[in-house]
């Protein structure tokens, strides 16, 4: 079947820290990944995303590299803001349905 | 304006009755989803539906059902709430040529007491 698993939070880091949040995949056939953000009090956005081996998915410093061999697609960001406080999710889309993980909290200090 | 509004945004309720979220969206997309999601399980798919007439069951159907009463309304029933149902619902629309990225309401709190 299809799933997703990721990293369990909650994580805390201080201001400029490097992030990584795993995230790997069980799909048959060959699915497009994403990450979505979901701010406090919100639905969730797109963050960005990968469709195909080997693609790098970036937005807003955020990076996550499609890897098939490895069944990854870990979220990293080389400097984290407060303002990057949220919860991460990563997903799979397999032509019909989005499988969600369990989402990762992120708490950015000063 | 938002491009997928959800109503209401919190409603607490007791056990038994009867109670209807609805979902509309002004993106013209034909896809539209509803998931439910609770802490420490993520969102999950209860129903979806490609078009007006086409209905789908999700991933936790049970204890719910839908109406696609036009393209951009898509409303959720929980025909007699208990209060596992206690969850935050999100409905998500998808355009069917570009179906990869869905684009989620605001959400709506339930309480069942």
């Known amino acids: 079947g299809n799933s997703v698993t990721q990293m369990e939070g909650p994580v805390t880091l201080s201001e400029e820290a490097f992030l990584t949040i795993n995230c790997t995949y069980t799909a048959t056939g060959y699915p497009s990944l994403f990450w979505y953000v979901q701010y406090p009090g919100e639905g969730l956005q797109l963050l960005l995303k990968?469709?195909?081996?080997?693609d790098k998915g970036s937005n807003k410093g955020f990076e996550a590299t499609y890897r098939k061999e490895t069944t990854s697609f870990h979220l990293e960001k080389g400097s984290v803001q407060v303002s990057d406080s949220a919860v991460y999710f990563c997903?799979?889309?397999?032509?019909?349905?989005?499988?969600f993980g369990t989402g990762t909290s992120l708490t950015v200090i000063p | 304006d938002a491009d997928v509004t959800q109503t209401p945004r919190n409603r607490i309720t007791k056990t038994g009755k009867r109670i209807m979220l609805e979902c509309s969206q002004t993106?013209?997309?034909?896809?539209m989803y509803w998931y439910r999601q609770d802490p420490g399980l993520g969102l999950r798919l209860i129903y979806y539906?490609?078009?007006?007439?086409?209905?789908n069951k999700g991933e936790i159907s049970d204890g719910y059902s839908v109406s696609r009463q036009a393209q951009a309304k898509f409303s959720l029933s929980l025909e007699s709430a208990i209060p596992n149902q206690t969850a935050l619902y999100f409905c998500?629309?998808?355009?069917?040529?570009?179906?990869?990225?869905?684009?989620f309401g605001p959400g709506t709190r339930l309480l069942v007491l």
């Open positions: 990968a469709t195909k081996a080997d």
């Open positions: 993106k013209g997309h034909d896809r």
């Open positions: 997903a799979l889309y397999t032509g019909n349905q989005f499988y």
């Open positions: 998500a629309t998808a355009d069917g040529l570009i179906q990869e990225t869905q684009y």
């Open positions: 539906s490609f078009d007006v007439k086409d209905i």
